[in-house]
């Protein structure tokens, strides 16, 4: 099986609204929020959710380098064969969060990394050519289920060290 680590911001993990924008880094040995959407599809695929770390996406935006250090030794620690930051969808912050980590992480631990969100998040412009980026409907949009089955096709292909040229340019932006 392959390991999967998962990264959410303090809503997609459940953690309330708003109010918990600022809760710090932290972390379940279980796939909660989007990553129970997930497991079916990635047990398909021999894959396996080791891990959710979470963060609130404001804390993020306040303590970008800490809280990139602290996921980078997280996920160092974990050993997981591949991270998924998201699904964004068309939050802002955690677009944001998702795609500063992804490349932080493809940078500073030699596990790749990617993040999904949707076309309407500012941070698909900023980071689709710098990570991949699969797509994601907005909040709830249609399309959510195939998006979620494409984010676990992406992380076997990379956790398999596979080449993911001809499902980017199916599944990316």
């Given at each position: 099986?392959?390991?999967?680590?998962?990264?959410?911001?303090?809503?997609?993990?459940?953690?309330?609204?708003?109010?918990?924008?600022?809760?710090?880094?932290?972390?379940?040995?279980?796939?909660?929020?989007?990553?129970?959407?997930?497991?079916?599809?990635?047990?398909?695929?021999?894959?396996?959710?080791?891990?959710?770390?979470?963060?609130?996406?404001?804390?993020?935006?306040?303590?970008?380098?800490?809280?990139?250090?602290?996921?980078?030794?997280?996920?160092?620690?974990?050993?997981?064969?591949?991270?998924?930051?998201?699904?964004?969808?068309?939050?802002?912050?955690?677009?944001?969060?998702?795609?500063?980590?992804?490349?932080?992480?493809?940078?500073?631990?030699?596990?790749p990394?990617?993040?999904?969100?949707?076309?309407?998040?500012?941070?698909?412009?900023?980071?689709?050519?710098?990570?991949?980026?699969?797509?994601?409907?907005?909040?709830?949009?249609?399309?959510?289920?195939?998006?979620?089955?494409?984010?676990?096709k992406?992380?076997?292909?990379?956790?398999?060290?596979?080449?993911?040229?001809?499902?980017?340019?199916?599944?990316?932006?």
């Amino acid at each position: 099986m392959k390991k999967v680590l998962l990264i959410l911001n303090h809503v997609q993990a459940g953690m309330g609204s708003d109010e918990n924008a600022h809760i710090p880094p932290a972390g379940k040995k279980t796939a909660i929020g989007p990553g129970k959407m997930m497991e079916p599809f990635l047990t398909n695929l021999g894959g396996e959710i080791i891990a959710t770390l979470y963060c609130g996406d404001l804390y993020y935006k306040d303590n970008e380098e800490e809280v990139k250090k602290k996921f980078v030794a997280m996920v160092k620690k974990l050993s997981p064969d591949v991270v998924v930051c998201g699904p964004a969808l068309h939050y802002p912050n955690f677009g944001e969060m998702a795609g500063g980590l992804a490349e932080e992480i493809n940078n500073n631990s030699g596990i790749p990394a990617f993040a999904a969100m949707s076309v309407e998040n500012p941070g698909t412009e900023k980071y689709k050519d710098r990570v991949i980026v699969v797509k994601t409907p907005k909040k709830g949009g249609i399309g959510l289920n195939e998006s979620i089955e494409n984010i676990c096709k992406m992380a076997i292909k990379l956790a398999n060290n596979e080449n993911v040229d001809e499902l980017k340019n199916k599944v990316c932006f």
